[in-house]
């Protein structure tokens, strides 16, 4: 089955740095990949996400790249604030027509430090 | 809209009573399914519906049971709570696949002891 692995598992970085979180997977037939942000207490909520038939999506502060030969994809946040820490979590599925069960990394705890 | 709504947020069990997590969504999205999350550990799926009446097995469904008699609601049944459920839950509605652009509650919090 599919497996993904996402890193840093915590990063810590200054108010107006860049933060960058990777994740890779195995399954070269998965074709989604959302990125979630999760408060403490709060459910995940989508952030951004980009399907196997694009490169780079941008929203705002947030991108994510995606290199289907490499098989990984990133997320990158610009200009980080305190209201960024949170823990990301990144997942790979394979959509329409596939298996609906997504795999999810580990995530990971980002820290902005103002 | 108030979204998806969970209930309860928080949860006692002794091992082997049965229970029933609500999941209630407002957006008319035919896609619902719920996820627990372990410490350390991503998300993972344990049931999901396709539609009223229509439901499927996740990674991790044993001792789960669910059921979609409105496209509204879609609540999860504990059959005989073990430790190993401790866990927080959560249900996610979507138009597209269980996983694609889905909206997730707050989460329900479970304790079996």
């Known amino acids: 089955g599919e497996n993904v692995e996402q890193h840093p598992s915590t990063l810590s970085v200054q108010e107006g740095d860049s933060a960058v979180i990777k994740c890779t997977y195995s399954d070269s037939a998965s074709n989604y990949f959302p990125w979630y942000k999760q408060e403490l207490g709060k459910g995940p909520q989508l952030i951004i996400d980009?399907?196997?038939?694009?490169g780079e999506k941008k929203d705002q502060r947030i991108a994510v790249t995606l290199n289907k030969t490499a098989k990984h994809f990133s997320l990158h946040i610009t200009e980080t604030q305190p209201e960024d820490s949170a823990v990301y979590f990144c997942a790979a599925s394979k959509g329409p027509g596939g298996s609906y069960i997504p795999t999810f990394g580990r995530g990971t705890s980002l820290i902005v430090h103002p | 809209n108030a979204g998806v709504t969970q209930t309860p947020k928080f949860q006692v069990l002794k091992t082997g009573q049965s229970m029933t997590l609500q999941c209630a969504q407002d957006?008319?999205?035919?896609?619902m399914s719920w996820y627990r999350q372990d410490p350390g550990m991503g998300l993972r799926l344990i049931h999901y519906?396709?539609?009223?009446?229509?439901?499927d097995q996740g990674e991790v469904p044993n001792g789960y049971n669910v059921s979609r008699s409105t496209t509204e609601d879609f609540p999860l049944r504990l059959l005989s709570a073990a430790p190993s459920q401790t866990s927080v839950y959560f249900c996610?509605?979507?138009?597209?696949?269980?996983?694609?652009?889905?909206?997730f509650g707050q989460g329900t919090r479970l304790t079996v002891v």
């Open positions: 996610a509605s979507s138009d597209v696949t269980p996983i694609t652009e889905a909206f």
């Open positions: 957006m008319n999205h035919e896609y």
């Open positions: 519906s396709v539609g009223a009446g229509i439901t």
């Open positions: 980009i399907r196997s038939n694009v």
